[in-house]
């Protein structure tokens, strides 16, 4: 590693040492719930994103939401509102952010009547890899 903090490779040529955070393509967040969100479902998305922007500190150009409603769930046994989520991510997983991400996604679903304990989101922090965009993965 030289001075600037980047390593330098066996040819002399420096390799530039960037957080996978803040490489574009996620995180992503896909949500399915059985309500009908109706005509604020697009203002949803759109705080679930904001949201996972302020969390994670990923530009909003780089962040994907996608949500399902009026699916069918059972939560319990029970066909009572319920929401199950997945956020996808490389490097902005972290407990902090986990929590304050599912805090917020609790709040953006309540007023459906979804309630926060009828609720799962799965985070996973994935490997380079395991991420396509733009034609090949990050790992290329």
Known sequence: MNSNGNEESTFGSKVDC?????????PSLLFVTNVDLGDKKIE???ACSKAIEAVTGKPE????VSIRDKED??????????????????????ME??????RSFAEFLEPFGVPADRMY????????????????????
């Not at 960037?18 to 996620?26: E, I, K, M, Y």
């Not at 150009?61 to 994907?64: E, H, N, R, T, Y």
């Not at 952010?97 to 599912?102: L, W």
């Open 18 to 26: 960037v957080h996978p955070s803040t490489l574009p393509g996620d």
């Open 44 to 46: 949803v998305m759109k």
């Open 61 to 64: 150009q780089w962040i994907a």
């Open 73 to 94: 769930i059972i939560f319990g046994g029970s066909e009572d509102p319920a929401a199950l989520g997945c956020v996808y991510s490389l490097g902005s997983i972290s």
């Open 97 to 102: 952010s986990n929590g304050a991400m599912m």
């Open 121 to 140: 989101v799965n985070f996973f922090d994935m490997p380079r890899a395991n991420i396509g965009w733009n034609g090949r993965t990050f790992a290329d």
